[in-house]
């Protein structure tokens, strides 16, 4: 179970992530001020933080010298965009520094990023009857392996760590194949179809009109 702190002083904004997080399967708390936050660090173990740089009581940058010993990736999210202050966040050892306002997918691949460098997105997923082993890239279904093309399995790993979120096609290219969708390419669409069939999505993997497709699971 990943466990991500969200130190955000904005309410909505910090309801909003931690609302994307968890759909995406992660485990997440939130406080709205950095003496909090450092109260918080001490307190529970994290394997990520959101961290926004403009809080009351003690600011991100500050904050960020005092989470340092605890070796917790640290992630920036502010509306701060000045050149100097991204430099300042990464030069004090921020992994990555997002400026407000963000697109939620483009928040979750960055946390699905810096996760994977640390090692900390390797558990292994069980979703919708498949058991998927990100380190072995090996996906199981009944204990029976399936096996997948690389593209495949990128796909297959896309909607599972995204479950319920309506995927755009254009998003889905640029996170499997990467470069520019083209509208009228048929790439998405063909792999997704060949993909539900493989691992025996028909009733989970739904496509949306006009949108793309979004893996259904409940619990």
Request: glycine share 6%.
């Amino acid at each position: 179970m990943i466990r991500i702190l969200i130190v955000e002083d904005e309410l909505p904004i910090a309801n909003l992530i931690r609302l994307s997080l968890s759909k995406a399967g992660y485990t997440c708390d939130c406080v709205y001020d950095g003496a909090a936050a450092a109260d918080q660090i001490a307190a529970q173990s994290y394997d990520l933080i959101l961290l926004d740089v403009m809080l009351p009581e003690v600011d991100g940058f500050t904050l960020l010298e005092y989470i340092r010993p605890y070796e917790i990736p640290v992630i920036f999210l502010t509306a701060k965009n000045a050149v100097q202050d991204r430099v300042k966040g990464l030069r004090l050892g921020a992994e990555d520094y997002i400026v407000k306002p963000f697109e939620v997918l483009e928040l979750l691949a960055r946390v699905d990023v810096v996760l994977r460098r640390y090692h900390k997105n390797d558990a292994p997923i069980t979703i919708a009857g498949l058991e998927i082993d990100p380190r072995s890239m090996q996906v199981r279904r009944d204990g029976m392996e399936i096996p997948l093309t690389r593209k495949e399995y990128d796909l297959l790993l896309l909607f599972a760590r995204n479950p319920n979120i309506a995927l755009y096609r254009e998003t889905i290219y640029r996170r499997v194949w990467g470069g520019e969708f083209n509208f009228e390419s048929k790439t998405v669409d063909l792999h997704v179809q060949r993909l539900r069939r493989k691992v025996g999505w028909e009733g989970h993997l739904r496509a949306i009109p006009k949108v793309g497709y979004r893996l259904e699971v409940t619990g």
